[in-house]
């Protein structure tokens, strides 16, 4: 059975063959984005709306262009100058924009399980693009295409992911989706940003950068994520950077091939020396920004797909 969802709202609700798929076809379309002209009319005739509740750049960005390019009309929701500010609800919104027949909705919302409220009331695909602390699938599947394309393989590896877990939710999706093509992960960090469920996860857990790192074929650093920090995490930026601040000397104890990721915005100094994430023997951050155009052109193209056979059947039984 090929990919069989009618929704991408997170990692969870994939097997390794759809991941898989997702992965087969983003290839195809990285190739296509290194063309003089990079179109396609995959999505001609279809409507998306990006509907961001939460700041973004280069994921909105990602999405814009990644339909653009398979030929979709794309539409940016101004979210914050919407009807929003005037009260209406997520629901009333969500119910509004589906008057207008979109084909695909990407949201991104501050509310983990907020996007998967909305798709249970509108009729077309809907991508979650984060939601919260929850899920942010296109995150995980360009980090899992940028490792495949860089190791040749994306199982039976040790993959070390650093920093803010806690807040993270790259961090989750990630975890869900290298633990389901049979990777090692550890996680790294101070405790306090270690979620409480940590345990559920089967994952190995470090406090020590030098010991975490030992060995791993992939490092994956996280932003410090203020925004959703109540109170006093750590003690200053300053000790951060010096205890879990990826540098030279810490990333020494990974295999020397190994691969530095980030999935931006990255805060240079904090969790990052900027010399690492500049360096382009280690550093596939780049790279992660071009598999996230590809990744979502193959999960939109996937996701109308399936939306046509739906509709096929619904009409046949008219
Ligand atoms: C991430 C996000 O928004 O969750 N960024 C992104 O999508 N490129 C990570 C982050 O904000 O730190």
Redesign the pocket.
């Known amino acids: 059975m090929g990919f069989a969802q009618r929704h991408l709202l997170g990692i969870e609700h994939l097997r390794p063959e759809e991941i898989t798929e997702i992965l087969d076809l983003a290839d195809q379309y990285v190739e296509l984005n290194r063309r003089d002209v990079k179109h396609s009319d995959t999505l001609a005739g279809l409507t998306q709306i990006n509907m961001f509740f939460e700041n973004?750049t280069?994921?909105q960005a990602s999405f814009e262009l990644a339909g653009k390019r398979l030929g979709a009309d794309v539409m940016n929701m101004a979210m914050q100058a919407s009807s929003i500010k005037k009260g209406e609800t997520l629901i009333d919104t969500a119910l509004t924009l589906n008057a207008m027949h979109p084909d695909l909705l990407v949201v991104r919302h501050p509310h983990s399980g907020a996007v998967d409220l909305l798709a249970q009331k509108v009729n077309c695909a809907v991508l979650n693009a984060?939601d919260g602390r929850h899920e942010?699938p296109t995150?995980a599947l360009l980090d899992a295409l940028t490792i495949r394309r860089a190791k040749g393989r994306l199982h039976r590896l040790n993959i070390a992911i650093c920093g803010d877990i806690a807040h993270?939710?790259?961090a989750r999706s990630n975890l869900i989706l290298l633990g389901k093509m049979e990777n090692r992960v550890r996680l790294v960090g101070p405790p306090t940003l270690m979620p409480s469920q940590i345990s559920e996860f089967g994952v190995e857990v470090y406090e020590d950068m030098a010991e975490g790192l030992q060995d791993v074929d992939v490092v994956m650093m996280?932003?410090l994520?203020r925004e959703r920090m109540d109170g006093g995490f750590i003690p200053s930026e300053r000790e951060y950077y010096h205890r879990y601040g990826l540098d030279a000397d810490k990333l020494s104890n990974a295999k020397d091939d190994a691969i530095v990721m980030h999935?931006?915005?990255m805060n240079r100094g904090v969790e990052i020396d900027g010399t690492i994430a500049d360096d382009i023997n280690r550093s596939v951050i780049q790279e992660q920004v071009e598999m996230g155009v590809a990744v979502r052109m193959a999960a939109m193209d996937l996701l109308a797909r399936n939306q046509r056979a739906h509709r096929a059947t619904q009409t046949a039984e008219i």
Do not use: D, F
């Open positions: 973004s280069r994921t984060g942010h995150q993270s939710r790259v996280l932003r994520q999935p931006g915005p």
